[in-house]
């Protein structure tokens, strides 16, 4: 089984594939690893020869950024935008979206479910004289 950056690959899918399991890769990227590994992207991951996963991982070391350092970099970035108190900032503390989406409708993956109006009961008016 191949193990790269801390991830499991699939066993059953093609390398290019495999490979955008891992945080931070996608169809492109994957390609282009492939491609500077000197591999064909459509060999299957149980396929590979240990010289092929570990020019994999040499690849990945040189010039791209995945999984943990990637994930923490995003992180402090967004705590960065929060303690700066910028527009950006407070809408990730809010916990709205950031990029100038509406909210009046929609949105509901950032504001969360949605939640009933509390509605308060009223007294009975006093009879007037």
Known sequence: MARISGVDLPREKQIQISLTYLYGIGNT?????CAA???DGTKRTKDLT????HRIRETLEQGYKVEG???RETSLNIKRLMDLGCYRGLRHRKGLPVRG???HTN???RKGPKRGIV???IPAAAPSK
């Open 29 to 33: 990227t994957a390609r282009k690893i």
């Open 37 to 39: 590994a000197q591999l």
């Open 50 to 53: 240990e010289d092929e996963i």
């Open 69 to 71: 350092d990637l994930r």
């Open 101 to 103: 989406q509406r909210t």
């Open 107 to 109: 949105a509901r993956t």
């Open 119 to 121: 509605r308060r009961a």
